[in-house]
């Protein structure tokens, strides 16, 4: 019975901005609980450091790309909970740290 409380096939769930996610990789309904909480606390994160219009993506050169855009394509990675916290931490971290990223933002307002 327990078995089965993965699912196989793709999932689609809305975030908090009506965004549809894909999870297309066997995950147990843990995961999938805590995802959207995830998400929440992804976005606390970056609203406390007044970045969720900020982000760098490199696509024919530097370009501005919203956070909330980003967050929902997982340019083909797993959207499992170690990986997306991951890769969200070192986003947070070069925003923090990279002085272009600093300069940009500012320029902006």
Not at 22 to 33: E, I
């Amino acid at each position: 019975m327990l078995e089965n409380i993965g699912e196989k096939e793709t999932i689609e769930y809305k975030d908090e901005l009506g965004e549809t996610l894909l999870h297309t990789k066997q995950t147990n309904a843990y995961t999938m609980m805590q995802m959207e909480q995830l998400i929440d606390l992804i976005f606390e994160s970056l609203s406390d450091l007044n970045v969720q219009i900020l982000y760098l993506h490199k696509v024919e050169g530097y370009t501005l790309k919203e956070v909330s855009e980003e967050l929902t394509s997982n340019n083909g990675s797993s959207l499992s909970y170690p990986a997306v916290r991951k890769r969200y931490s070192r986003m947070i971290k070069d925003i923090k740290e990279n002085d272009d990223f600093q300069s940009i933002y500012q320029s902006l307002f």
